[in-house]
């Protein structure tokens, strides 16, 4: 779990005053990731206290992370200073704090980030790193993974030592979110509800952070009197708490196709989520229903026939991504899941988004 977190609006004042007790020395700087949405935004920038060697890096958010780009990354710091950064700083929505994630932990542990893409396969602790989220729902901000794409695979790099040391939740920080990305993004969260309270490896300590986080959402996307202040900090405190949902339990079919979308055609996960979840009523009818009302409540278009001109060998790739994702399948559908889900079915649901 993460160790440290301060909640409230104006609590990004105190990035500062947080991370000074752990600055090793002059030679060891704190890298700021941050995203490149910010560039040139006084308002967020100027809070952010450079000293010594510290440096901000503007991360651009058009591709999720990529093993390549963090392997990149961790050289580059590790040649440009003589000495271990004192701290890895992540500010922006869920590939910013992945990228942090992922480049903290690279810099103590060996080799190249593909290999590490699994469960538990990290060696070291990472450099001390610090997570503030600029808009809800992924629950990166919480969880004990970094979503990666490899060479071969989309993969977490999940480990006890990934989750941050730090994180600050300023719900103050969402408010120039543009409505669709709000939307997309918050739906990563739903979609986590529901998908970790209907799983089977549901436990209480997963029901209880997901009811919550449900019941949130709910306000949040079907409420009518919330003041925009109001809806900003609920759904920060749901995506936390359905981050903590899936920690120990996991996520199911949505997940795992919209992982089949991103490889092959590069669909962000929030979106891809949507588009994959606004199709599987037969799964998870109740979680759908309400879908389809928060879409009709902030009048959402999805995209329609994302799949419409692909061939056979491209749907392969596909299933073959989602396939192999078995927990997710076996959270979803149980012990018998290949039973219940076949290549063909996961062919036509994908024919028709
Ligand atoms: P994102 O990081 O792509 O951000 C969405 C967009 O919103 C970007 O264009 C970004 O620049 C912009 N943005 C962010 N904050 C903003 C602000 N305050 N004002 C204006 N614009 C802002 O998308 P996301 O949905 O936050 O994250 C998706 C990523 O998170 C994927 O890479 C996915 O794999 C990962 N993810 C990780 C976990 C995890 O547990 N580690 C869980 C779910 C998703
Ligand atoms: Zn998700």
Known sequence: ?????????????????????????????????????????????????????????????DEEPKTSQIDQLTEDIILEYSEQPSGIIGIGGGIVLDVAKAVALMLTNEGESKDYQGWDLIKNPAVYHVGVPTISGTGAEVSRTTILTGP??????????????????????????????????????????????????????????????????????????????ASQEKLMM????????????????????????????????????????????????????????????HSIELPQDVCADLEDYQFDIMINVALSLEPLWENALGKNWKQVMTPEKIKALYQKM
């Open 152 to 229: 071969d695979k989309k993969l977490g790099i999940n480990s006890d030592y990934t989750p941050f040391d730090q994180v600050i939740l300023d719900p103050e920080l969402t408010k120039d979110v543009p409505n669709d990305q709000w939307f997309y993004t918050g739906m990563d969260c739903f979609v986590h509800c529901i998908e970790s309270l209907t799983g089977t490896y549901l436990n209480a300590f997963s029901q209880s952070y997901g009811e919550k986080a449900l019941q949130l959402c709910k306000e949040v996307f079907l409420g009518d009197h919330l003041s925009k202040e």
């Open 1 to 61: 779990m993460v160790s440290k977190i301060i909640f409230g609006r104006g609590s990004f004042n105190q990035l500062d005053e947080l991370i000074s007790p752990k600055r090793q020395g002059r030679n060891a700087p704190f890298i700021f990731f941050v995203d490149d949405v910010f560039k040139g935004n006084h308002w967020l920038t100027s809070r952010i206290r450079l000293s010594y060697k510290d440096k901000i890096i503007y991360i651009p958010t």
């Open 238 to 297: 749901a995506s936390w708490h359905g981050g903590m949902s899936i920690a120990y339990s996991q996520v199911g079919i949505a997940h795992a196709m919209s992982y089949g979308l991103s490889y092959l055609l590069g669909i962000k996960h929030g979106i891809g989520n949507c588009i994959v979840f606004d199709h599987l009523d037969e799964y998870y009818p109740d979680g759908v229903d309400l879908f389809k009302q928060m879409k009709a409540n």
